[in-house]
């Protein structure tokens, strides 16, 4: 699943009609494109919103999420009723997932991440937000390209592996290693059993590890 047949690319004809294959690959399909485009975005979103939560006052961020989460639904309500948005009806129609509600991931990242500035530090809330933008994107994009071993359905343990790695790596920016890499290890395990939406569960679950290991 997720990739079309091998295409032969040529560097030059041997003969007239004929060509010398230069290499065999494989063509991403439709849907590993728009699974890649989603999960930069997410990358970007939410490392926005991490650095958003750990510069300003807490009063401030709240307040800029709380907006964001008016203004998404209403910028949904409006393409869903017909309108044309600029930028938010392109990144509707390319990148939402068929079936699902339109802006779904943004809006339950939204929610998660306005749940932790309210109720953490802003230390522990940026890990969590910054530790759902980069697990699990590190994961889904490792688990497209080099995924062999599948671990509960859809996730595969490559994914799991990398994103643990490279999200260890990147909370070292609020955190000691030993507690990068527990709120690592937690997100990533949360990522594979969890029984509900990532972007509902991983942030919050990652704060409060930090609180009871006193972050």
Not at 128 to 139: E, F, P, R, Y
Not at 190 to 208: H, K, Q
């Amino acid at each position: 699943m997720g990739y079309s047949q091998p295409i032969k690319i040529t560097l030059f004809p041997a003969s007239p009609g004929a060509a010398i294959p230069l290499m065999w690959c494989k063509r991403p399909s439709l849907f590993v494109m728009n699974e890649q485009a989603r999960k930069i975005v997410h990358l970007v979103f939410g490392v926005a919103i991490a650095a958003a939560i750990f510069l300003l006052p807490r009063d401030s961020a709240v307040t800029l999420l709380a907006a964001g989460l008016l203004g998404g639904f209403v910028l949904v309500e409006l393409v869903r009723s017909g309108w044309h948005v600029p930028l938010v009806s392109f990144l509707l129609a390319r990148l939402e997932r068929e079936g699902e509600f339109p802006g779904k991931g943004a809006i339950t990242f939204t929610v998660s991440s306005l749940f932790c500035a309210a109720a953490f530090p802003a230390p522990v809330a940026a890990s969590g937000v910054l530790t759902l933008a980069v697990l699990d994107s590190v994961s889904a994009l490792a688990g497209m390209r080099w995924g062999r071993y599948r671990v509960n359905g859809k996730k595969t343990a490559e994914g799991f592996l990398a994103g643990v790695c490279l999200n260890t790596l990147a909370l070292l920016v609020f955190l000691d290693p030993g507690r990068a890499f527990l709120a690592s290890l937690c997100a990533g395990v949360v990522e594979v059993l969890g029984p509900l939406d990532d972007n509902l569960l991983i942030p919050p679950a990652v704060s409060l590890i930090l609180v009871l290991t006193g972050v």
